[in-house]
């Protein structure tokens, strides 16, 4: 297998979901132990951030933000009505990429792997590759 696919499910709107330990998981079923763990998801309206795991607040920081940044109602075109959720999308990123070291994802004291959904509730899929 080259590759894993995991499957996610939203609850609510707008949210960022911890999925460190889904993703640590996966690596290590992939049986590999160094390179690059690559990390996307094949969505317009969700992205795939690293950020700090210790604090709830952070998360909710930047959800506020992002909202205060791309309101939900602006003069938008697109006729699906969820044009904020792209924009967020595009700010965030569909992917990241953290180095893998003994099998172990190598992230920051304070880091984790957020899913952040902000066309929601959904079932979301990240992908997941060693290079």
């Avoid at 992939?30 to 210790?54: F, S, Y």
């Avoid at 075109?77 to 969820?82: F, Y």
Wanted: proline share 4%; with cysteine.
């Amino acid at each position: 297998m080259t590759h894993r696919e995991l499957l996610v499910r939203t609850h609510s709107k707008e949210e960022c979901l911890n999925i460190t330990n889904m993703v640590a998981e996966a690596v290590s079923q992939l049986g590999k132990d160094e390179g690059i763990c690559l990390i996307q998801v094949p969505h317009t309206t969700c992205g795939i951030t690293l950020n700090e795991d210790a604090d709830p607040d952070v998360i909710k920081d930047i959800l506020r933000s992002l909202k205060n940044l791309v309101p939900d109602r602006g003069n938008y075109d697109h006729l699906e009505g969820n044009s904020p959720a792209h924009i967020k999308t595009s700010l965030v990123g569909s992917s990241v990429g953290v180095i893998l070291e003994g099998g172990h994802l190598l992230l920051g004291r304070w880091q984790g792997v957020f899913l952040c959904e902000f066309d929601g509730p959904r079932q979301r899929r990240v992908w997941l590759k060693i290079i």
